[in-house]
């Protein structure tokens, strides 16, 4: 059975930092490709980082560039989000998602993601 865990989501003030945290269990996790996506309120779920199978490519959304970094651990089955100058747009549900993947990109689209966590939630207030 796959799961796939997030933690670290809180409530934080503008311009604060959270590091997000994503342990799967399940997979041979370092076969997969991992993103992170959000979902703000009446917003769809968006694509907002994602990371290759080895760590070697990652991406961002245009709007989260030079504020958050995706890393992972494949020994330990684990994906990061660190979010940086944090802004009340960031607001949302935060998702990471996996799918097997052995190439260097990582695809955004959220349908071909096989394995979803439940979601921590982000609250940025002003």
């Known amino acids: 059975q796959v799961q796939l865990v997030e933690s670290g989501g809180g409530s934080v003030q503008a311009g604060d930092s959270l590091r997000l945290s994503c342990v799967a269990s399940g997979l041979t996790f370092s076969s997969y490709a991992v993103g992170w996506f959000r979902q703000g309120p009446g917003k769809e779920r968006e694509f907002v980082a994602g990371?290759?199978?080895?760590?070697?490519?990652?991406y961002y959304t245009d709007s989260v560039k030079g504020r958050f970094t995706i890393s992972r651990d494949n020994a330990k089955n684990t994906v990061f989000l660190q979010m940086g100058s944090l802004k009340p747009e960031d607001t949302a549900v935060y998702y990471c998602a996996a799918y097997h993947s052995l190439s260097l990109i990582v695809i955004y689209t959220p349908q071909e993601y096989d394995y979803w966590g439940q979601g921590t939630q982000v609250t940025v207030s002003s």
């Open positions: 990371i290759s199978w080895s760590g070697a490519n990652s």
